[in-house]
Each structure stands twice: as structure tokens, then as C-alpha cells.
């Protein structure tokens, strides 16, 4: 099984930053990593979540409108971990981040446990 851990949540102000980091572990070798795509999502209300960015194999990255352009999401294939580097933070942005690995030819999603992001005025 592959786990996911994410790191880097805690409290901003305003326009500040903030970098999300999640590294995968266990049954994934290099390959695999390289070829999966990767995401971020949050919580929003009701226990779901939106998706937030996403970083396919090649490196191809979109994002929500809601964060596009102050949201940027980057992927290291040696150290087998996605980021998610957040400029000019607002307070909605304020959720639970989850990390997501879904690997190549599957529809099987795997899940990080979360890192909360909170964002003061």
C-alpha cells in the first residue's frame, strides 16, 4: 500500500504564504511515483472536498479557479513528494488540505490524512 503524509499546514495572515509538502511511502518504487498523478483537495462543508490542483506525469499542473494564479503545485519524482506552495493567502482558504496519489491506469485514489490550513485577519 502506498501512504501519503502531509506536512507544512498551520496559521497565516492575509496575503501571507504557505507550503504544503506530502511525501508517498511504501509500496511505490520511482517508476510507479513518476508515472501517477497527483492532487490537492480541501474540505468544504458537508464532509466533501474540492479539488483544488492537480500535476499529471509529465508535469502538466491546473488549477481551481478559485486559487489559480496565487496556487502553485510542483512534484519532486526523486523524493517521490508533491507541493503546494500558497501566495496571498485569503480566508477562505482556511480547510483541511488532503494530498492525493492516483496511480497510472487506475481509478483507485489515495489519500494523505490531512494538514490544516488557517488563515487570519
Known amino acids: 500500500q502506498v501512504q501519503l503524509v502531509e506536512s507544512g499546514g498551520g496559521l497565516a495572515q492575509v496575503g501571507g504564504s504557505l507550503t504544503l509538502s506530502c511525501a508517498a511511502s511504501?509500496?511505490?518504487?520511482?517508476?510507479?511515483?513518476?508515472?501517477?498523478?497527483l492532487a490537492w483537495y480541501r474540505q468544504v462543508g458537508g464532509g466533501q472536498r474540492e479539488w483544488v490542483a492537480i500535476i499529471a506525469p509529465g508535469g502538466t499542473t491546473n488549477f481551481a479557479d478559485s486559487v489559480k494564479g496565487r496556487f502553485a503545485i510542483s512534484r519532486d519524482n526523486a523524493r517521490n513528494s508533491v507541493s503546494l506552495q500558497m501566495n496571498n493567502l485569503k480566508p477562505e482558504d482556511t480547510r483541511v488540505y488532503y494530498c492525493?496519489?492516483?496511480?497510472?491506469?487506475?481509478?483507485?485514489?489515495?489519500w494523505g490524512q490531512g494538514t490544516q490550513v488557517t488563515v487570519s485577519s
Open positions: 511504501g509500496a511505490i518504487d520511482g517508476p510507479a511515483f513518476r508515472l501517477a498523478t
Open positions: 492525493n496519489f492516483r496511480a497510472w491506469g487506475t481509478t483507485d485514489d489515495v
